[in-house]
């Protein structure tokens, strides 16, 4: 089992910045990938961006050049930094990792609010 933590969301002007954080505990030798999602209201949740163990990268089309995934292996955390933030970008973000056989485990997510 692995267990994670979000934190670092916010109300924000658009424009802004915020810094999201996923803390995972458990079994966390058995994570292959780490990423983040979101679900704005009435909508499907989306992927955000992932990266690999190796560090490997990708994003969603919409957060290209303003959002940058990393990961701290040290602290078994991963960091989502959201910049030039859009009204469009309001959802409850959801840290996930990917585990072996595929299994998917998910944070309890954090609200995100931009304002216009």
């Known amino acids: 089992q692995v267990q994670l933590v979000e934190s670092g969301g916010g109300l924000v002007q658009a424009g802004g910045s915020l810094r999201l954080s996923c803390a995972a505990s458990?079994?966390?030798?058995?994570?292959?990938?780490r990423g983040w999602y979101r679900q704005a209201p009435g909508k499907q949740r989306e992927l955000v961006a992932t990266?690999?163990?190796?560090?490997?990268?990708n994003y969603a089309d919409s957060v290209k050049g303003r959002f940058t995934i990393s990961r701290d292996n040290t602290k078994n955390t991963v960091y989502l930094q959201m910049n030039s933030l859009k009204p469009e970008d309001t959802a409850v973000y959801y840290c996930?990792?990917?585990?072996?056989?595929?299994?998917?485990?998910w944070g309890q997510g954090t609200q995100v609010t931009v304002s216009s």
């Open positions: 996930n990792a990917l585990g072996l056989g595929g299994i998917n485990y």
């Open positions: 990266i690999s163990r190796g560090g490997s990268t």
């Open positions: 458990g079994s966390i030798f058995s994570i292959n990938v």
